[in-house]
């Protein structure tokens, strides 16, 4: 296969995600690629169910709803013709992302970055970062 036969998109339902699926798009017409969109979250309703949790209701609140309209804004976006399949995943987003690339042979991963500087990337962890740092094939950032 060559690098743009099939790329995987991580979606949040952020502008920057969604600039990173404009871009795959992009390249899929061009190449002729097929797409994976892949949302990440922390929790979904299987594991937040019945616990007290100290995290606040925006990050411990059953993801389902989220998921599904996050996937759905990323649906819209790409035209009739591209072969494209949509997915989800439970865990630590960066993690997630690197693993689903090697098992579904995603050459190429295009991803949003959110443009931390050094000190607050550090400190706050960029997803980013960690896909380019553990990803086999070629991962290509989008401000």
């Known amino acids: 296969m060559g690098m743009f036969a099939r790329i995987l998109v991580p979606v949040d339902g952020s502008d920057g995600s969604g600039r990173a699926l404009d871009t795959a798009v992009a390249i899929s017409e061009a190449c002729g690629a097929a797409l994976d969109i892949l949302y990440v979250s922390y929790f979904n309703s299987d594991t937040d169910e019945d616990m007290d949790t100290w995290l606040p209701d925006f990050v411990a609140a059953p993801a389902g709803d989220e998921i599904h309209t996050v996937l759905e804004q990323a649906r819209r976006r790409i035209p009739e013709g591209i072969e ?3 997915h989800q995943r439970i865990g630590k987003p960066a993690k997630q992302i690197v693993e689903f690339s090697k098992e579904n042979g995603n050459e190429t991963i ?3 970055g959110r443009g931390l500087d050094v000190v607050r990337g ?4 960029s997803v980013s970062q960690e896909v380019m740092e553990a990803a086999l094939g070629a991962v290509i950032v989008v401000k």
């Open 122 to 125: 550090f400190l706050l962890g």
């Open 84 to 86: 494209v399949e949509f």
């Open 110 to 112: 295009v991803i949003c």
